[in-house]
């Protein structure tokens, strides 16, 4: 089983639309979460921190069920330059802090 | 946020040669820097965990004496892809932490490494 788990898509979506992607992870012991944003042949870039009482930064709202180990964020009202791949990522403490990377869901944002 | 600079962006090489990668942390001290790699279509895949002075803990699977992980100082790792083949063909990206847990991790712009 991956250690992070994510549906991959494509979410095809119209403008205007709310679309919501979950996660899974498996390492009880994770200690901070986040969703991340890549586009393509770009690094990936921070989108936002999830907390257990959930955040909201603008159209995006990020939510954390520790006792269910599931993540999900939620765009309302899609854009154009939302179209990207949406990474959720899970830091855990091993011998050191590192940070594990789910496969990605993509969204398409269409006119 | 901080940033972390990635040289060279792209780089072919012929199979069997070696090619150097370096990450900076041009606005603060990383203790610890990690590096990815990643296959089209696919996510990010830690291969190692680097760490300032003393030497890197690489992720099961990954080999060590064919990806040389140095990291001499608190603001420069560098990977080293030594005798590279096709397969080795692949986004390779840094990231470095400025502080320990929950803390942003910031990517360095990814290095695209064809080997012909």
């Known amino acids: 089983r991956k250690e992070v788990e994510q549906d991959p898509g494509p979410f095809n979506v119209p403008e205007g639309a709310t679309v919501a992607f979950n996660c899974t992870y498996s390492n009880s012991a994770s200690q901070s979460f986040f969703w991340y944003r890549q586009d393509c042949r770009k690094e990936p870039k921070l989108l936002m921190s999830?907390?257990?009482s959930g955040n909201e930064d603008g159209r995006f709202t990020a939510q954390l069920n520790r006792a269910s180990q599931y993540i999900s964020l939620l765009i309302r009202d899609s854009k154009l330059s939302d179209s990207a791949t949406y990474l959720c990522v899970v830091n855990i403490m091993d011998s050191s802090y590192k940070l594990i990377f789910g496969s990605g869901t993509r969204l398409l944002v269409r006119p | 946020g901080a940033v972390v600079s990635q040289h060279p962006s792209w780089v072919i090489c012929k199979s069997g040669t070696s090619v150097k990668i370096e990450c900076r942390s041009l606005?603060?001290?990383?203790?610890?820097m990690f590096w990815y790699r990643q296959f089209p279509k696919q996510s990010l895949m830690l291969m190692a965990t680097s760490n300032e002075g003393s030497k890197a803990t690489y992720e099961q699977g990954v080999e060590k004496d064919k990806f040389l992980i140095n990291h001499a100082s608190l603001t420069l790792s560098t990977l080293t892809v030594t005798s590279a083949h096709p397969e080795d063909s692949s986004f390779y990206i840094c990231s470095a932490m400025t502080g320990a847990g929950n803390t942003e991790a910031f990517f360095g712009q990814g290095t695209r490494l064809t080997v012909v």
């Open positions: 606005d603060f001290q990383a203790t610890t």
């Open positions: 999830v907390y257990s």
